[in-house]
T-cell receptor
Framework: EAQVTQNPRYLITVTGKKLTVTCSQNMNHEYMSWYRQDPGLGLRQIYYSMNVEVTDKGDVPEGYKVSRKEKRNFPLILESPSPNQTSLYFC???????????FGQGTRLTVV | GDSVTQMEGPVTLSEEAFLTINCTYTATGYPSLFWYVQYPGEGLQLLLKATKADDKGSNKGFEATYRKETTSFHLEKGSVQVSDSAVYFCALPAYSGAGSYQLTFGKGTKLSVIP
């Protein structure tokens, strides 16, 4: 089954404790992206990757890192999480631009 | 830059009512247009898309027509069901330099259908 898998689905952590949210896709997609979803602000792109070893900032990259060492994986790293990073995070992937994104199930992160 | 504007709702309808969710866009050229749906507790799913002017996308009884004259892509369904209760997002790809792009979303419209 074609899918984008994120882990964990739910995470509560404390300020400053480094964490990684994993994302993996099995569709051989070149393009992958991370979004956060917040009430009243909608979906905002954090980082994206056009292909292996190619990543770039989206609209709200501050406080986040990503890496793309393999085509299927695109982890999101929060080196020192803060409460304003409490949000619902989605990983997504697609074939080259304009064909529509496949989304993961989401990771609800709470930073206390 | 490229953007979409959609009615924010919430929208509450009775079962079998007619649904319209408005979406207008601002874009350079004629990008593909998308509607996504997010059911409670789930990720976004592609509902339908249209790739050029006058195209009609359709899926699960939902339809949307790409109208370049009015720069609109309104979502419609003739008879909604309780199971259609979800948040609906209009989206378009926004391209920037060096071949990069992101999918730009509207703020979402929450639909609640009551029996």
């Amino acid at each position: 089954e074609a899918q984008v898998t994120q882990n964990p689905r739910y995470l509560i952590t404390v300020t400053g404790k480094k964490l990684t949210v994993t994302c993996s896709q099995n569709m051989n997609h070149e393009y992958m992206s991370w979004y956060r979803q917040d009430p009243g602000l909608g979906l905002r792109q954090i980082y994206y990757s056009m292909n292996v070893e190619v990543t770039d900032k989206g609209d709200v990259p501050e406080g986040y890192k990503v890496s793309r060492k393999e085509k299927r994986n695109f982890p999101l790293i929060l080196e020192s999480p803060s409460p304003n990073q409490t949000s619902l995070y989605f990983c997504a992937s697609s074939l080259p631009a304009g064909t529509g994104l496949f989304f993961g199930q989401g990771t609800r992160l709470t930073v206390v | 830059g490229d953007s979409v504007t959609q009615m924010e709702g919430p929208v509450t309808l009775s079962e079998e009512a007619f649904l319209t969710i408005n979406c207008t866009y601002t874009a350079t050229g004629y990008p593909s247009l998308f509607w996504y749906v997010q059911y409670p507790g789930e990720g976004l799913q592609l509902l339908l898309k249209a790739t050029k002017a006058d195209d009609k996308g359709s899926n699960k009884g939902f339809e949307a027509t790409y109208r370049k004259e009015t720069t609109s892509f309104h979502l419609e369904k003739g008879s909604v069901q309780v199971s259609d209760s979800a948040v609906y997002f209009c989206a378009l790809p926004a391209y920037s330099g060096a071949g990069s792009y992101q999918l730009t979303f509207g703020k979402g419209t929450k639909l609640s259908v009551i029996p």
